[in-house]
Antibody, heavy 113, light 112 residues
Framework: QVQLKESGPGLVQPSQTLSLTCTVS????????VHWVRQPPGKGLEWVGA???????DYNSALKSRLSISRDTSKSQVFLKMNSLQTEDTAIYFC???????WGQGVMVTVSS | DVLMTQTPVSLPVSLGGQVSISCRSS???????????LHWYLQKPGQSPQLLIY???NRFSGVPDRFSGSGSGTDFTLKISRVEPEDLGVYYC?????????FGAGTKLELK
């Protein structure tokens, strides 16, 4: 049974760094990709980036300069780090597995002082 | 980036009825490998999106046959027949042929 769970701080101050963790079960990170998608309150979905089975990454070009995705395969965890956060980064952040087939419940991140 | 245009924005429906949602892309979604990476998701209120249809017309595991997808190139359609209460929510199309992946803005299916 494929499961994904996001975790991280609910509140981040402007200009600070966001760190999120996606813990997966039911599949191997070395065989499948994990993506991050975000959704501002009341708005649509935006693809953030991905880490592929081989460990390479791809990022949304609009976020690339601030974004880093990595993983720890021994712990079945994927990490998202985004720096220089602004209020526009306030959103629910989802991780997805098997590409974009399975989604976690999401974690709400608010950027505010 | 590939622009995904979904219509309509809002779609009133009666239970038991049939509806169609359109998704058009700003460029062809045919990949160099011959596949077309156009997918459909449903986001129910307060939930995360769930995959319904992958690669244009393939129903994901557990998705009832009331849902069907069709289309090619730049023009795609999701059809829902015999609408049930659990079908209500926002439908999104997603293209993953070209980077970055891009979503449509969503179509809200609601009761008349």
């Amino acid at each position: 049974q494929v499961q994904l769970k996001e975790s991280g701080p609910g509140l981040v101050q402007p200009s600070q760094t966001l760190s999120l963790t996606c813990t997966v079960s039911g599949f191997s990170l070395t065989s499948n990709s994990v993506h991050w998608v975000r959704q501002p309150p009341g708005k649509g979905l935006e693809w953030v980036g991905a880490i592929w089975s081989g460990g390479s990454t791809d990022y949304n070009s609009a976020l690339k300069s601030r974004l880093s995705i990595s993983r720890d395969t021994s712990k079945s965890q994927v990490f998202l780090k985004m720096n220089s956060l602004q209020t526009e980064d306030t959103a629910i952040y989802f991780c997805t597995g098997y590409g974009l087939d399975y989604w976690g419940q999401g974690v709400m991140v608010t950027v505010s002082s | 980036d590939v622009l995904m245009t979904q219509t309509p924005v809002s779609l009133p429906v009666s239970l038991g009825g049939q509806v169609s949602i359109s998704c058009r892309s700003s460029q062809s979604l045919v990949h160099s490998d011959g596949n077309t990476y156009l997918h459909w998701y449903l986001q129910k209120p307060g939930q995360s999106p769930q995959l319904l249809i992958y690669r244009v017309s393939n129903r994901f595991s557990g998705v009832p046959d009331r849902f069907s997808g069709s289309g090619s190139g730049t023009d795609f359609t999701l059809k829902i027949s015999r609408v049930e209460p659990e079908d209500l929510g926002v439908y999104y199309c997603l293209q993953s042929t070209h980077f970055p992946n891009t979503f449509g803005a969503g179509t809200k299916l609601e009761l008349k």
